[in-house]
């Protein structure tokens, strides 16, 4: 059995001895790299345009920088192993203010829902960008992050899994719109060694994907489910499974992953969030596109708060708004930019449609194999 413990938290696959087996030999990339960038800004266009009018979304400006205080900055998971970047900011004052580089808009979308006045069913969505110095840095991860970050004002009769999973079919059909129109201007993308992007997302909870595969770690897990499914919503990731761990680490203040849903075979299921995940051809392997969820509210955000040890946090002026009802409740996610790009675009590397850091090591390896990244 492998270590499931360590799979929980901090994302990357934590070798490049193993990233060297994951990224493909004598790759060739489909598109040169002026070309790419040209239907890296058409698929751009398409899904913001495709959101906006699926979900009722308007683009709105996202904070790079904010508060130390607020309690606004995501933390991305709850053991503390993500931490954000802090400085000063604000030459001249008596007190400088105590700032952060965002690591993700979660919680300052909440906000702004009511900022905005955003009626019920409508949204906003943000062209985010952050930086999470905490990432192994391999193919798929990087300390550049881009996102849209998207919100929805929902009411209390639109917090089930029926609501969750007519978003998350919405959502799919844009990505998939967007990689069909792609390749309808980009012919080279039309290679007959990679499958159409299917049509249907099929849903599971974290729970029965345990069952099918117990001895498993979860990116195991994920990856072996994708073989029989290319795109994937993982329902519950967040809360605790019958093995004694959790899917995944989840933050507790933000998606809604102890609210029972699921009942099957007697067994009761917890979670209104999840992932979608895609079987990515060119590594072979799991290829996550986003995290989303239906958002806690003031009696779920104690409780996970409860559970995780953070109910220090309830201090925190993010959080009072939520249990003082000054915060709408919604349904929100982040969907990776450069991690949609690289699947419907058929990329080995992150670096290949965005501009980063990277180690000296994951460097050399990527020349080897033919992969050029931006610098």
């Known amino acids: 059995m492998n270590d499931k413990k360590s799979d929980l938290a901090g994302p990357g696959i934590s070798t490049y001895e193993e990233v060297s087996k994951i990224l493909p030999d004598n790759y060739e990339a489909l598109l040169p790299p002026l070309k790419r960038m040209k239907a890296l800004y058409m698929i751009k266009d398409y899904i913001e345009n495709g959101l ?6 308007q683009m709105v400006q996202v904070p790079l920088i904010v508060s130390k205080n607020s309690g606004v900055n995501d933390y991305l998971d709850r053991d503390g192993s993500r931490t954000p970047i802090d400085f000063p900011a604000g030459l001249g004052l008596p007190k400088r203010i105590d700032a952060q580089i965002v690591q993700a808009a979660t919680k300052w979308k909440r906000m702004a829902l009511a900022e905005f006045e955003c009626e019920v069913g409508q949204g906003i ?5 952050a930086v999470r110095k905490d990432y192994f840095l391999d193919h798929d991860h990087s300390a550049y992050v881009d996102q849209w970050d998207w919100e929805k004002r929902i009411s209390l009769e639109d917090r089930n899994l029926d609501y969750l999973k007519d978003t998350v079919r919405n959502i799919w059909k844009v990505i998939r719109g967007a990689g069909i129109m792609v390749r309808k201007h980009f012919p080279e993308l039309n290679d007959p060694k990679f499958p159409d992007f299917p049509e249907e997302i099929k849903f599971l909870h974290a729970e029965e994907i345990l069952s099918m595969y117990p001895n498993l770690s979860r990116k195991e897990r994920e990856t072996r489910i994708l073989q029989d499914y290319p795109a994937v919503f993982i329902i519950g990731i ?3 499974l019958k093995d004694g761990y959790p ?9 809604d992953w102890i609210t029972p849903t699921i009942v099957k075979d007697g067994e009761q299921m917890f979670g209104l969030n999840g992932d979608i995940l895609v079987w990515n051809p060119v590594t072979k392997r799991r290829h996550e ?16 708060l409860s559970l995780t040890g953070q109910l220090g946090y309830l201090e925190l002026p993010y959080h009072r708004d ?16 450069a991690r949609t790009y690289m699947y419907l675009l058929r990329t080995a590397h992150l670096g290949e449609l965005t501009v980063s850091v990277w180690p000296d090591e994951l460097k050399k390896i990527c020349k080897e194999k033919n992969i050029h990244i931006l610098e």
Do not use: C, F, W
Not at 247 to 255: G, L, Q, T, V
Not at 289 to 304: A, F, H
């Open 322 to 337: 939520i249990l003082n009802d000054n915060i709408p409740l919604s349904i929100g996610g982040g969907i990776g930019q």
């Open 289 to 304: 596109l986003t995290s989303m969820g239906i958002r806690v509210t003031k009696e779920t955000l104690q409780t996970q």
């Open 52 to 57: 906006a009018e699926a979900l009722n979304l």
């Open 247 to 255: 899917h995944e680490m989840r933050a507790a203040d933000y998606d």
């Open 125 to 129: 969505n943000t062209d985010m960008r």
């Open 238 to 240: 967040g809360s605790v």
